[in-house]
């Protein structure tokens, strides 16, 4: 029997993500958003950068593009903002998101431009093999951090929500109901929504920092993660080492592709 | 074939020495001739080097810069000393009086006006930033390489509607200048 | 009788990109191209037509490439430094085929180089910038109203073909103001991406007869559901490695351009037919080598200008026709000598081709021009 939401895939296509791999995970919570939404997948857009996270624009029934390494979201603009009736949808891994499309992810915040932005945390580069990106964690192995990794990650939420981001969540893939319902959420707000999908990668992050075993990725991420809501009973102490999970930011502001079109609309009937 | 005019202007940014010259090329154009605006500038807005040439000829136009001048306008010394020596021995050489000080020593084959551009634009007309238009003026009055209407209409195409009045203001004193000025032993 | 009208190559580029429908513009801005940025966001809204600044000229093609895929018509404008960026995804669109234009306005480099002063140092760069093997269409014009019909020629043959065009100017022609000569209530031939007979198994990269795949937007209903990307792909746009596959991709993504360089390549003949030494120039070079061959005619010279109007694909017929039977072909151009080795290649071996190189920021002068061909005993 299909699940409800395998409509939204492309049939016959092999995958490539590993056995363990949380991304299939954040394939269904966003199509079971879908589902929920009740978009027409003709009007769906779904934009990928490069890397494992990538692929997923492949696997889905809609319009989609792969781009290039980190160039999704400005890729998404330039098609929003001439078909702003189009639902836009930007998947993005880690290092895709905040290295590479570093720059492009905080100009698309401050844009504050109808998109919906989905980026699959893995904590690393799983596709070239496990090297560390700016969201793994100080300390952490990777293939080209042998010794410990000494950068500083960035917290993504504190990112989005510093570079104007008007909606900003984040979720994990050992809570899908709650990670859909936050992309139906973002979805649905009227402006540039990011939401954070954590997502374990036994192969390239686990295998090198003592967590290969999938269900003990999943298990951690069940362990670590608390909601925003439940957090705000916890004290200090308690809230140690832990991974806040929820909504950050939910906030009205001027949408960039409709300030745009008022523009237009004031020369309506003669130059100004 | 050749040019009927290739005008180097000279000066230093803020001065409008560039505006000067598409006003300029497009009277050239109002009066029914061929045209070439051009400009050579530094990275400042306002200060440092700035030279803008025109070509006017009956026929068509191929190399848009000034090859050999025949009208220098000079709103700095440097650009005196730089270009002075480049304009045609029957040409005209247009200076400021109180930004350029020609050293009579220092003989050029071309005619040479020293004249109280500046001051025109800050005294008479009270703004120094129609200093470019007095300026055309100059040069107008001086060598009559266009009408006066014509002037005045590419005056028009570039300014807003509210400050042509002091513009064309400021050509007319220009031209009045030129009209007398004697050139310099 | 209409006005006489005064205008910069950058603001008739501007003008072109209107009359050939473009309806989005995406830049950063960069001497000496920024008045295309300007002018775009001046007039587009007023046509409600879309303007964007982004983050950096990487961006910007990025954003002309999503205009592109959902069916707009797109272009940006640059210089030198942005170009450079804009590699990595002009590789994309010649990759996933989509039609937009990049006009290129040259000034000094390498690097930050001369950002006010012309040069014509990217003619291979435009050609060989991005990394693997695709073609490409170069168009460059001399005039500012020629700036006008190139750029409405470049949407078109990006249109046709379906692939990235650059219309490649120099800061001379960029910057040069002079008589706009395009008749009032011009309207321009315009050419349209071709659509599918059929929108049911549509193949978003089906070999045609002529190489180019018709064309459906994302977004638009049926047919659309399609997926597009920088991956060596099939006719279904999905990824393959297949040997024959690859081999056929890459190799229809030069022949669709190629195969079509009769129609695509134009040359302009100035008092060629009886010329003996013959000079070869391309945009603002050309200019001073116009010049320089009326002095010399109205001297007697047998001399005559073949001007390129397209660089790439190169005119290899034409260009060869026109240097046969010549005393000497010589080509000014202000770089090291990049396209002369175009006509090096196809030039008959018993014609000298000689390379007059310029490379300190300011045009050639004619009487250079001239002095170049005395001294190499032309004249």
Known sequence: MKAVYEKYFRSNLPHIWCAGCGHGTVMAAYALALEKLGYDKNDVLAISGIGCSSRITGYLDSSTMHTAHGRALPVASGAKMCEPRLKVFVFMGDGDCTAIGGNHFIHACRRNIDITAIVMNNNIYGMT????????????????????????????????????????????????????????????????????????????????????????ML???RDVTVSVKRAEKMTAEELEGKILTGVFVNREAPEYVEDYQKLIDSFQGGDK | MANLWSIRLTGSGGQGVIKGAIILAQAALNDGLNATQSQVYGPEARGGSTKSEVNINKEEIFYPKAEKPNVLLSLTQESYHKYSQDVEANGFIIVDDIMVKCDPKEKRAAKTFSLPIVRTARDEIQNELCTNIVALGAIVGITEMLSKEAVLEGIADNFKAKIYAINEKAFLAGYRIGKEAQPLD | MAKVKLLQGNQACLEGAISAGADFFAGYPITPSSEVAEQAATKFPKLGRKFMQMEDEIASMAAIIGASAVGHKAFTATSGPGFSLMQELLGYAANAELPLVVVNVMRGGPSTGLPTLPAQGDVQQVRWGTHGDHSIIVLSPYSVTEVYYQTIRAFNLAEQYRTPVILLMDEVIGHLRERFDVPEGYQPEIINRKAPESKENYLPFRNTEDGVPPFIALGQGEGSRYHITGLTHGESGFYSSNPQVVDQFIRRLSSKIEDHVDEIAEVEECYTEDAEILL????????????????????????????????????????????????????????????????????????????FTKIDGSLFTPEEIINFMKKGGCL
């Open chain 1, 219 to 221: 298990q951690i991420f």
């Open chain 3, 280 to 355: 070869v120039a391309y945009g603002c070079s050309a200019r001073a080598s116009r010049a320089a061959v009326e002095k010399l005619r109205a001297q007697g010279q047998k001399v005559g200008l073949l001007r390129l109007l397209t660089l790439w694909p190169f005119p290899d017929k034409l260009v060869a026709k026109h240097c046969a039977g010549k005393k000497a072909v010589i080509m000014p151009e202000l770089n090291l000598g990049q396209m002369v080795r175009e006509v090096q290649r196809v030039c008959p071996s018993d014609v000298p081709v000689k390379s």
């Open chain 1, 129 to 216: 093999g496990g090297q560390y990106s700016p969201l793994t964690p100080y300390g952490k192995k990777a293939t080209t951090a042998p010794y410990g990794n000494i950068d500083h990650s960035f917290d993504l939420v504190e990112l989005a929500k510093g570079a104007g981001a008007t909606y900003v969540a984040r979720g994990d893939v050992s809570h899908m109901k709650q990670l859909s319902d936050l992309i139906v959420e973002g979805a649905q707000h009227k402006g540039f929504s990011v939401i954070e999908a954590m997502t374990p990668c036994p192969t390239s992050f686990g295998r090198y920092n003592k967590t290969p075993d999938p269900a003990q």
